[in-house]
C-alpha cells in the first residue's frame, strides 16, 4: 500500500501521526485551543457592531469569511487532502458547526434569550462529562466539579443574579437550546476520533455551513445591506469568533486536554462580559464579580492534572 493510502487509513481509523500523546504537545496543543474560547469572547461586542443584520445572514457571511481565510491551505492540499477524510469526518464537522447555531437561533426565536442562552450553555458541561467515554480518558470528580462551578458562574452573567423562570409555551426554544448544546459538545468530544484529518479542511467546513446559512437566510429572513461599518464587524466575526476560532479549537479537541477545554470555555462569556464592559455597551455589577471568582475557581480545579505535571516536570 502507498504511503497516501496508509495515511488514510489511519485516519479513518482515529490513529493519524498527529495524535498528541506527549504531555508537551498536549499541553500546547490545549493552549492552542483555548485561543478559541479568547476568540469566543470577542463575538457578543462584533456582533452588536453588526446592527440588525439577520442572524442567518450574518452567519453566512462570518462563514464565507472564515472559509475565505483557510482556503488557500485547503486547496493546496487537492484532491488528496480530500481523499484522506472520512464521510464521518465531514458529517460530523458541517454538521458541528452549521447544527450549532441552526438550533441556537431556532431557540432564540422561540424563548427568551436568557433561558435559550443558559441551556445553550451547558455545552462545556457536557464536553467535560462526555469526554470519559472516550478512550484514555477518566473523569475525576475535580474536572466534574470544576465544570459545575463555571456553570454556577455562567448562571449568574446570563441572568444577572436575577434567576430565570421557564415557562411551558417555550417548550420548543428550550428543546432546541438543549440540542445545541448537544451538538457543540458531540462535535467537540467526537473530533478527537479523527485526530489524523487535517485542521485544513475546516475551510471547507465553513464554507459548507455558510451555504447552509445562506439557504436558511433565503427561506425565513430578509436581506439587510451592511454599511461600511457593519462590513468590518462582519470581517473581524469570519476572522475571529465566527471562523478563525474553529480552526485552533479543532486542533485543541483532537490533541489536548479536552476536559480543561470543556472548562475553559466558560471563560468566554465572562471575558465577553468584560469586552462589553470596557466598550461601554453594559455595566459592572457584582454577579460578574461573582461569575469571576467561580469561574476562576473552577478552571483551577479542573487544572489539577495539569498544574501538578508543570511542577513535576520543573
Excluded at 476560532?245 to 462580559?273: E, Q
Aim: aromatic share 10%; charged share 10%; hydrophobic share 55%.
Amino acid at each position: 500500500m502507498d504511503a497516501q493510502g496508509t495515511r488514510a487509513d489511519a485516519v479513518a481509523s482515529g490513529h493519524g501521526h498527529g495524535a498528541a500523546t506527549h504531555p508537551a504537545r498536549r499541553l500546547r496543543a490545549t493552549g492552542i485551543g483555548a485561543g478559541a474560547v479568547l476568540l469566543w469572547a470577542s463575538l457578543a461586542l462584533f456582533t452588536t457592531l453588526t446592527g440588525r443584520i439577520p442572524p442567518f445572514q450574518l452567519t453566512a457571511m462570518a462563514f464565507a469569511v472564515g472559509g475565505i481565510i483557510g482556503l488557500p491551505r485547503a486547496v493546496r492540499g487537492g484532491a488528496a487532502l480530500a481523499r484522506t477524510v472520512p464521510r464521518g469526518a465531514w458529517a460530523l464537522g458541517v454538521g458541528g458547526l452549521f447544527g450549532y447555531h441552526f438550533f441556537y437561533f431556532l431557540a432564540l426565536r422561540n424563548a427568551p434569550a436568557v433561558d435559550a442562552g443558559l441551556i445553550a450553555y451547558l455545552w462545556p458541561l457536557l464536553i467535560v462529562v462526555l469526554s470519559a467515554l472516550l478512550p484514555g480518558e477518566r473523569l475525576r470528580w475535580w474536572h466534574a466539579a470544576g465544570a459545575v462551578l463555571g456553570l454556577g458562574g455562567t448562571f449568574l452573567l446570563v441572568t444577572g443574579g436575577q434567576g430565570v423562570h421557564f415557562r411551558g409555551e417555550y417548550l420548543l426554544g428550550y428543546a432546541a437550546a438543549a440540542v445545541c448544546a448537544v451538538v457543540w459538545s458531540a462535535y467537540s468530544v467526537v473530533n478527537r476520533r479523527y485526530p489524523g484529518v487535517p485542521t485544513d479542511v475546516v475551510a471547507f467546513f465553513c464554507l459548507a455551513t455558510a451555504v447552509l446559512a445562506a439557504v436558511c437566510h433565503l427561506l425565513f429572513e430578509e436581506t439587510v445591506r451592511p454599511d461600511g461599518g457593519q462590513w468590518l464587524a462582519v470581517l473581524a466575526l469570519g476572522l475571529g469568533p465566527v471562523g478563525g476560532a474553529f480552526y485552533v479549537w479543532d486542533h485543541g479537541t483532537k490533541h489536548g486536554d479536552i476536559r480543561l477545554l470543556g472548562t475553559l470555555s466558560y471563560f468566554a462569556p465572562l471575558l465577553s462580559t468584560a469586552l462589553l464592559i470596557a466598550a461601554g455597551r453594559a455595566d459592572a455589577s457584582w454577579p460578574v464579580a461573582a461569575a469571576c471568582v467561580l469561574i476562576t475557581g473552577g478552571a483551577v480545579l479542573a487544572s489539577a492534572d495539569a498544574l501538578r505535571a508543570a511542577r513535576r516536570r520543573g
